[in-house]
C-alpha cells in the first residue's frame, strides 16, 4: 500500500478492531492551533469529504515499514491552559519543524486498553509506533518532529517512552487556581465528570458523577500533577516549565532541552509567532494571569489549595533544582490494572 500524502486522521472501532480514517492532503501541512480542529477545517470541503480511505491497523503496520516517518524529537506534556499551544506555534515557525497539537488517534490508542480487556501494552506501543510514524511524514521539508499530547498524555509516559525511548519531554503547568478559573469559564472535555474513565483520575464512577464540575476538575487537575512528579523521579529525559516562563523559555530553556541550535533569526521568528494568541491567531498575546486570580471564587480557592497546590508546590521545588523530583509513589488508583 502506498500512503504518500495521506494523514490517518482518526482511530475508531468495528466491534473491537481498531479502523484508521485516513485524509489525504498531499504535501499541506495542518497549520491550525489543534490538529483536530485542521481536520475538522478541511472536512468542510466536498473533496475530503469523499476522498478518504478507511483501514486496519495492518495497513498502518506496512506502511511504517515501507516509509518509517520521522522520530520525535521533543514530546510536550502538559497540565493544561498553561502555554502549550504557544510552544507549539513558536516551534512551528521554523523552517524544518513538524509539530503536532494533540492528535487524536494518539489518545485513542494510549487509552485503549481501558475501553475494551484483552489490549495489551505491546498492541498499545506498536499501534502508537505506526500512527506516529504516518503523521511524521507529513512535508518534504520537515526534519525534526514534535508532539503535543493532550493533557492526559503523562499517564502514559512509560508506555511512551518504551516506544521512544531518546525522545527529550517538557511538562508544562500553571499557578493552579489560574487554571481551574479557565476551565471553569471554558471547560474541556475532559474536564466534565464522566468524560474520562475512573482508573485515570482516581475517583469511583458514582462518587465522580456526583460532584460538581469544578470539584472534579481540581482533583484532576491534581492528578496529572501527580503524574508529572512521579515521571519526573522515575523517567528520563524530562524537563519542568512554568507558565511563568513562557514565552521566553520556547527558545532557551525549551529548545536547548530539544537540541535545538538557534540563530538569531530563528528566535526573531519564533518571538514573532509568540507575539499572537495561540488559539485565537489574529489576537495579540496576553498574559491574563492576574485576570484571572481576581475573577476567582472562594470555593474554587478552596477546591485549588485541597487538591492541586499540594503537588503544584512539590514540581516547583523540583523545578527549581530540575533534578528528579523527590520520591512519591506510583500515582494511587483503586483499579487493580495500573494505569
Not at 465528570?193 to 464512577?205: E, K, S, T
Not at 458514582?206 to 508529572?228: H, K, P, T, V
Request: charged share 25%; aromatic share 10%.
Amino acid at each position: 500500500m502506498n500512503f504518500k500524502g495521506w494523514v490517518p486522521t482518526r482511530v475508531y472501532w468495528n466491534q473491537r478492531e481498531p479502523m484508521v480514517d485516513w485524509m489525504y492532503l498531499g504535501e499541506e501541512r495542518l497549520r491550525d492551533p489543534f490538529f483536530d480542529d485542521g481536520v475538522q477545517r478541511k472536512l468542510e470541503s466536498p473533496f475530503h469529504c469523499i476522498f478518504r480511505r478507511q483501514t486496519s491497523m495492518d495497513a498502518l503496520r506496512q506502511w511504517h515499514e515501507t516509509s518509517p516517518g520521522l522520530t520525535p524529537a521533543g514530546f510536550i506534556f502538559h497540565m493544561s491552559r498553561c502555554g502549550s499551544t504557544l510552544a507549539c506555534a513558536a516551534l512551528s515557525a521554523l523552517d524544518g519543524n513538524l509539530t503536532l497539537s494533540e492528535p487524536w488517534p494518539l489518545g485513542v490508542v494510549l487509552r485503549a486498553h481501558l475501553r475494551f480487556d484483552g489490549i495489551t501494552e505491546q498492541m498499545r506501543a506498536d499501534w502508537l509506533l505506526w500512527i506516529v510514524s504516518a503523521l511524521g511524514q507529513r512535508g518534504s521539508d520537515a526534519n525534526r518532529l514534535f508532539i503535543k499530547f493532550d493533557s492526559w498524555g503523562i499517564a502514559e509516559l512509560p508506555l511512551i517512552q518504551k516506544v521512544f525511548p531518546n525522545t527529550p519531554w517538557i511538562f508544562l503547568y500553571r499557578e493552579p487556581i489560574e487554571v481551574l478559573v479557565s476551565q471553569s469559564v471554558q471547560p474541556a472535555t475532559w474536564a466534565t465528570p464522566g468524560a474520562l474513565h475512573p482508573a485515570i483520575v482516581n475517583i469511583p464512577q458514582q462518587e465522580m458523577l456526583r460532584m460538581d464540575q469544578e470539584e472534579y476538575c481540581a482533583r484532576a487537575l491534581g492528578r496529572l500533577c501527580e503524574f508529572a512528579l512521579f515521571h519526573m523521579n522515575r523517567s528520563r529525559g524530562g524537563m519542568l516549565v512554568n507558565y511563568a516562563e513562557m514565552p521566553a523559555a520556547i527558545w532557551s530553556s525549551i529548545a536547548r532541552h530539544f537540541g535545538l541550535a538557534l540563530d538569531d533569526q530563528d528566535v526573531e521568528r519564533m518571538k514573532q509567532a509568540a507575539r499572537y494568541n495561540a488559539k485565537r491567531t489574529k489576537a495579540p498575546f496576553e498574559n491574563d494571569s492576574s485576570d484571572k486570580r481576581e475573577a476567582a471564587s472562594d470555593h474554587q480557592r478552596e477546591l485549588a489549595a485541597r487538591w492541586i497546590e499540594p503537588m503544584y508546590r512539590r514540581l516547583e521545588a523540583a523545578r527549581e533544582r530540575q533534578a528528579p523530583a523527590d520520591a512519591v509513589d506510583s500515582p494511587t488508583r483503586f483499579f487493580s490494572q495500573p494505569v
